[in-house]
Nanobody, 124 residues
Framework: QVRLVESGGGLVQAGDSLRLSCAAS????????MGWFRQAPGKEREFMAV????????YYVDSVKGRFTISRDNAQNTVYLQMNSLKPQDTAVYYC?????????????????WGQGTQVTVSS
């Protein structure tokens, strides 16, 4: 079992930065791929970024490439999402998730555990 708790969301202006954190409890964190998803009002949950257990591999959706960076600290059982150059369209609830699948999964159904989400609001 893995419990995930996100933090770091808030209200910022366009062009600002935020760093989201996701603290994990449970023995499988260090062997799990970790992903970030977001869900805007009225829209489906969408994949943002994923990092494999060793941090060797990562992958981003095109809309955030070059602006968002995913990283993890297995000693601290924490995964991060550094978000730069934020845009109003980045406004959403952001969720971290843990996957027991190998590789770098990008589909929500491949994730086994989810956090409760943290709200990010970007004003123009």
């Amino acid at each position: 079992q893995v419990r995930l708790v996100e933090s770091g969301g808030g209200l910022v202006q366009a062009g600002d930065s935020l760093r989201l954190s996701c603290a994990a409890s449970g023995s499988t964190f260090s062997s799990s791929a970790m992903g970030w998803f977001r869900q805007a009002p009225g829209k489906e949950r969408e994949f943002m970024a994923v990092i494999n257990w060793s941090s060797i591999r990562s992958y981003y959706v095109d809309s955030v490439k070059g602006r968002f960076t995913i990283s993890r600290d297995n000693a601290q059982n924490t995964v991060y999402l550094q978000m730069n150059s934020l845009k109003p369209q980045d406004t959403a609830v952001y969720y971290c998730a843990a996957s027991l699948h190998s590789g770098i999964p990008t589909i929500a159904g491949e994730y086994n555990y989810w956090g409760q989400g943290t709200q990010v609001t970007v004003s123009s």
